[in-house]
């Protein structure tokens, strides 16, 4: 069985976002239920309910874990600290998928799993030396190739992952030039998480086009938790919020002949999560038309603290 807890759903700076004075913001800061607040991206993954491996590091960390009971720390009679958290897994280097790190500093042994270009992102910034090697031991991924997942000390944890290039690009504070185009190279990587043989669970929070391989790696998927960062692609330009488009930031739009929906229209995915939603997607709002349009189509959209079970030889299922 596999157990998958939403920690955090929206894209880089949350919902609200600090700065932010857009309606959807607005409406969240003032306590509207329709514009439920969320965390930045991470989901927790478990085989037994016991251990568990967080898929990306989120800044919000340490609020994400006081509201998930199942990660609090349970230690044995005579210790003081404790962490069901045993592995952690990347699928880039951009800040709001490596800052949580940093509040995982505290002696606590876990294993970090990443592409090589992530951990060389790593490797190469000192403030993540805080991070003990010692008990924090650094393990890649290689593409394409299934990897049992085992917690610092080699235990394994019942989970196994393949990571795939998707289209996307370099982290922001690595980008050179006014456009760095679009990376294929592993910057950007997808997880397929599962259990033994069963079914597995796609993590995509970021994808910058549906390419013929995705398309069919994804087909006939039971769950697939895919890039909603932005509805349509010139959203922030059109809300004030930045210049920048969907596909200058290495994101599918959601919506249109080329968008999210579209291309997963057949392919058969039996459950189908945006995540990783931008605070100008009006998808986040419950009474949107937007969220009337993704619903329509078959699409969820991720709330944190969304628990989601995967059992062997069956479509997902709420748990």
């Known amino acids: 069985m596999l157990h998958l807890i939403v920690l955090g759903s929206a894209a880089g700076g949350g919902f609200p976002q600090w700065n932010s004075a857009g309606p959807g913001c607005l409406r969240a800061r003032a306590g509207d239920p329709a514009a439920r607040p969320r965390t930045q991206c991470s989901l927790a993954v478990s085989a037994d309910g016991e251990r568990w491996v967080l898929l990306n590091a989120a800044p919000e960390f340490t609020s994400q874990i006081a509201a998930t009971p199942a990660l609090h720390p349970r230690p044995a009679p005579g210790q003081v600290r404790h962490s069901p958290i045993a592995a952690a897994v990347l699928t880039g280097a951009e800040v709001d ?19 090589p270009s992530a951990l060389a992102v790593l490797d190469d910034n000192p403030i993540f030396r805080a991070l003990d090697p010692a008990l924090v031991p650094r393990r890649a991924l290689t593409v394409a190739a299934p990897l049992p997942l085992r917690d610092a000390g080699g235990t394994p944890l019942g989970l196994t992952v393949e990571a795939f290039p998707v289209p996307g690009k370099v982290p922001l504070f690595l980008e050179e030039g006014e456009d760095p185009g679009r990376d294929e190279e592993g910057a950007t990587i997808g997880l397929a998480i599962r259990t033994g043989d ?97 619903r329509a189509a078959g699409w969820e959209v991720a709330e944190d603290g969304m ?7 069956t479509a997902a299922e709420p748990a």
């Open 97 to 115: 998928t490596v800052a949580g790190l940093l509040s995982m500093r505290e002696r606590h042994p876990f294993a970090l799993y990443a592409a």
């Open 198 to 294: 069963g079914p597995a669970a796609y993590f995509i929070p970021g994808c910058a086009a549906m390419t013929p391989a995705l398309r069919e790696r994804l087909r006939g998927a039971a769950l697939v938790l895919f890039d909603g960062t932005l509805w349509r692609d010139d959203e922030m330009p059109r809300a004030g919020a930045g210049p920048k488009t969907g596909a200058r930031m290495g994101h599918m739009s959601v919506d249109g002949p080329d968008g999210v929906i579209a291309a997963f229209a057949d392919l058969g995915v039996a459950r189908r999560v945006l995540i990783h939603v931008n605070n100008t997607n009006p998808v986040l709002l419950a009474d949107s038309p937007e969220r009337a349009t993704a």
């Open 307 to 313: 628990r989601i079970t995967l059992r062997a030889m």
